[in-house]
């Protein structure tokens, strides 16, 4: 019997993977998408901040109307809201840069107050005589500056409360024991020049130290640091003839002297509206 062999074909699959070979579609993949989202920022941020304006508008015409004052316009820059006309009242000055800053438009997440700086350049056709409160000396102070009118209350209290608010969100720098302002108070003194166009009369600069060292060296380093400041306000376009700088040392601590932190606390620049001086 003839023997049979039968023949047998074996097969095989062989896959080669590249080492290192990413995978097709990382990173290359996530480039539209990337571009996708580029583009509807761009396309969005002119939107949004239209959008705001349009809402701080739409709430100081309200909270005009709501107050009557058809004495009273506007004018609006993003969410900085400019008030003018001529009062009939203080009362009614007061209580309408309050219903602004107050006001309230619609959002996504609710209701919300739209206008974050209120300023106002009312015009005041019978300005009391008021006196100011210090006797020291001020830097810079003039003789005009003295006679002019002096600001009303509801001016010098909106002034004050925007540089309150821009001097505890940033703190002006020095190098210490020294009036050399530093590099990275550019943006508050930046801000600080901005809010000082809105604000009526001279402003005061005042320089406060902890209550470390002899007590006329603390004076001598405040006074200079407000000088410093005055200078670097001068310098970005603020009129020297409406900044005045004094120095009060150890004089008038807002903090604990015992502790770093409320020493840290104490040294710092304040400026505020003031009215002249007595001649």
Not at 106 to 130: E, I, M, N
Request: aromatic residues 6%; glycine residues 6%.
């Amino acid at each position: 019997m003839a023997e049979k062999v039968a023949n047998t074909v074996v097969r095989e699959r062989r896959t080669w993977r590249g080492a290192g070979v990413p995978l097709p579609f990382v990173p290359w993949g996530l480039v539209p998408l990337i571009a996708l989202i580029l583009l509807m920022i761009v396309a969005l941020v002119p939107f949004a901040v239209g959008e705001v304006q349009a809402s701080t508008d739409t709430a100081t015409r309200e909270a005009l109307e709501s107050q009557g004052a058809d004495w009273a316009s506007y004018n609006v820059s993003g969410q900085w809201v400019v008030l003018e006309g001529e009062p009939p009242s203080q009362a009614a000055a007061d209580a309408l840069l309050k219903a602004v800053r107050q006001a309230k438009a619609p959002t996504l997440f609710g209701d919300a107050a739209p206008a974050t700086r209120v300023y106002d350049k009312f015009t005041w056709t019978q300005d009391q005589p008021l006196l100011g409160s210090g006797s020291q000396p001020r830097f810079g102070e003039t003789d005009a500056q003295r006679a002019a009118p002096p600001p009303t209350d509801a001016q010098i209290a909106s002034c004050n409360e925007t540089m309150s608010r821009l001097l505890k969100q940033a703190r002006i720098e020095f190098s210490t024991a020294s009036a050399d302002v530093g590099a990275t108070s550019d943006n508050v003194l930046t801000a600080i020049t901005r809010a000082a166009t809105h604000c009526h009369g001279v402003l005061q600069i005042e320089g406060h130290t902890d209550n470390v060292g002899r007590s006329a060296a603390n004076i001598s380093l405040s006074r200079r640091r407000a000088e410093a400041v005055r200078e670097a306000l001068i310098a970005r376009g603020v009129a020297a003839d409406r900044l005045v700088a004094q120095g009060f040392g150890a004089e008038q601590p807002i903090s604990d002297n015992t502790t770093d932190e409320g020493r840290a606390r104490n040294r710092r620049i304040e400026i505020r509206a003031i009215r002249p001086s007595p001649t």
